[in-house]
Antibody
Framework: EVQLVESGGGVVQPGGSLRLSCVAS????????MNWVRQAPGKGLEWISYISGSGATVYYADSVKGRFTISRDNAENSLYLQMNTLRAEDTAVYYCARTSAAGWNFDYWGQGALVTVAS | QTALTQPASVSGSPGQSITISCTGT?????????VSWYQQHPGRAPKLIIY???HRPSGVSNRFSGSKSGNMASLTISGLQADDEADYYC??????????FGGGTKLTVL
C-alpha cells in the first residue's frame, strides 16, 4: 500500500525557517517524481514544487522561488521542503504528492502538514 | 501563476447529473491533454478521480467522466450520491514546467 507521511509542520514567526519531511512507503521511491502542493485555510490547492526521481531536476512556482528548496534522499525514501524567509501568506497545509507513472498528475497524497506563519 | 477558472459551487439532487467546468488558456488546458480532477472531502487529502482529460484510475466509479474542448475541460458526475458532496479541483500541466490548479468547486447534493 502506497503511503506518504508528512512531518515537520508547526508555528513559525515571519522571516523564519522550517523544514518539512515526507516519508514514502509501498513503492520504489526513486522511480517516481514527487511534488509539494499546499492549501491555505479555506482556499484552493496550489502546486509549489516538483523534483525528478534522481533529484537532478527541480521546478518551483513563482510564489516560492528563491525561498523554498525541494530535495530528496532516495536511500531514506524521503522528500523534503526547506522553507526560508517565511511569510504570513505561506500559512497552509502542505501535502507531498506523487506524480503518477503515466506522468502529469498526482496519484497519491499524504495527509498534510500544517504550517502557520504568525508572530 | 493564475489559477484555472472553476465555478465556486454547483448543486444537484441524488440521481441527477452535474457538470463542473474548468477554463484555462492556450498555455495549459488548450495545449496539453494533461488535465486531471481531484475530489476532496473536508479535512481529507485530495483524491485523483480523472487524469489525462478522461481517464479514470482503478477503483474510481464510472459515474465520473471528463472531457475537454479547446481551453475548457469538464467533469461530469452522473447518478449523484450523497458521498459525492465534496470540493472538486481541476489541474493542468502548464508550459514552463509548472502545474496549475483551479480554484475549486463545492458540490452540494441536495
Amino acid at each position: 500500500e502506497v503511503q506518504l507521511v508528512e512531518s515537520g509542520g508547526g508555528v513559525v514567526q515571519p522571516g523564519g525557517s522550517l523544514r518539512l519531511s515526507c516519508v514514502a512507503s509501498g513503492f520504489t521511491f526513486s522511480s517516481y517524481e514527487m511534488n509539494w502542493v499546499r492549501q491555505a485555510p479555506g482556499k484552493g490547492l496550489e502546486w509549489i514544487s516538483y523534483i525528478s526521481g534522481s533529484g537532478a531536476t527541480v521546478y518551483y512556482a513563482d510564489s516560492v522561488k528563491g525561498r523554498f528548496t525541494i530535495s530528496r534522499d532516495n536511500a531514506e525514501n524521503s522528500l523534503y521542503l526547506q522553507m526560508n524567509t517565511l511569510r504570513a501568506e505561506d500559512t497552509a497545509v502542505y501535502y507531498c504528492a506523487r506524480t503518477s507513472a503515466a506522468g502529469w498528475n498526482f496519484d497519491y497524497w499524504g495527509q498534510g502538514a500544517l504550517v502557520t506563519v504568525a508572530s | 501563476q493564475t489559477a484555472l477558472t472553476q465555478p465556486a459551487s454547483v448543486s444537484g439532487s441524488p440521481g441527477q447529473s452535474i457538470t463542473i467546468s474548468c477554463t484555462g488558456t492556450s498555455s495549459d488546458v488548450g495545449s496539453y491533454n494533461y488535465v486531471s480532477w481531484y475530489q476532496q472531502h473536508p479535512g481529507r487529502a485530495p483524491k485523483l478521480i480523472i487524469y489525462d482529460v478522461s481517464h479514470r484510475p482503478s477503483g474510481v466509479s464510472n459515474r465520473f467522466s471528463g472531457s475537454k474542448s479547446g481551453n475548457m475541460a469538464s467533469l461530469t458526475i452522473s447518478g449523484l450520491q450523497a458521498d459525492d458532496e465534496a470540493d472538486y479541483y481541476c489541474s493542468s500541466y502548464r508550459s514552463s514546467s509548472t502545474w496549475v490548479f483551479g480554484g475549486g468547486t463545492k458540490l452540494t447534493v441536495l
